[in-house]
């Protein structure tokens, strides 16, 4: 009883320390932003890309506060089925994805200006982006057939089957 409490609250903790800190990336992406257009910097269209990588950051930093949040501070449950489980972590991996995508971008970006050889990075990126896309598409697949399969050896039954069921017990 009392570990689980001191879980919850540690779980709780960590929750607000991770949305605070998707803020603060919020904040300083619009601080950065507002000081480029501030200054009439040349670098205001990198800024922007930077900042959008930041708030999708950020993003995801603050789903993961939220959940810890509402699934073990909150709750205190593990998940029941497959499909939230899925779900979530599919969230949570377009959304690092899309991150790793806009750094990648940025670097090309960065990169194609500066130095052709320095385009190995950003594009390791860019693979590492795919590679994420085409594992998450691997294990949706995988985790929907696995689904189906518990679902039609293990029908819920119905209303109806149960009325049915009980009358012929009678």
């Not at 009392?2 to 998707?22: E, G, H, K, N, Y």
């Not at 909150?74 to 089925?81: K, L, S, V």
């Not at 899925?86 to 959304?95: A, E, M």
């Amino acid at each position: 009883m009392i570990f689980d409490r001191v879980t919850r609250i540690a779980f709780a903790v960590a929750s607000a320390f991770l949305m605070l800190l998707a803020f603060g990336l919020i904040a300083y992406a619009a601080y950065e932003v507002a000081r480029d257009l501030v200054t009439y910097s040349a670098n205001i269209g990198t800024t922007l890309l930077e900042a959008v990588g930041y708030t999708v950051i950020a993003i995801a930093v603050f789903d993961v506060g939220k959940y810890l949040l509402e699934e073990e501070a909150i709750r205190a449950r593990e998940m029941r089925r497959a499909a939230e489980a899925r779900r979530s972590l599919t969230k949570f991996i377009s959304t690092i994805a899309i991150a790793v995508f806009l750094e990648g971008l940025v670097a090309v970006f960065e990169a194609g200006k500066k130095d052709v050889p320095t385009m190995i990075y950003p594009t390791l990126l860019l693979l590492t982006g795919v590679l994420l896309v085409v594992g998450l598409g691997i294990y949706q697949k995988l985790s929907a057939s696995v689904e189906n399969e518990i679902s039609d050896k293990d029908p819920a039954p119905t209303t109806r089957n149960k009325r049915s069921a009980s009358q012929t017990n009678k």
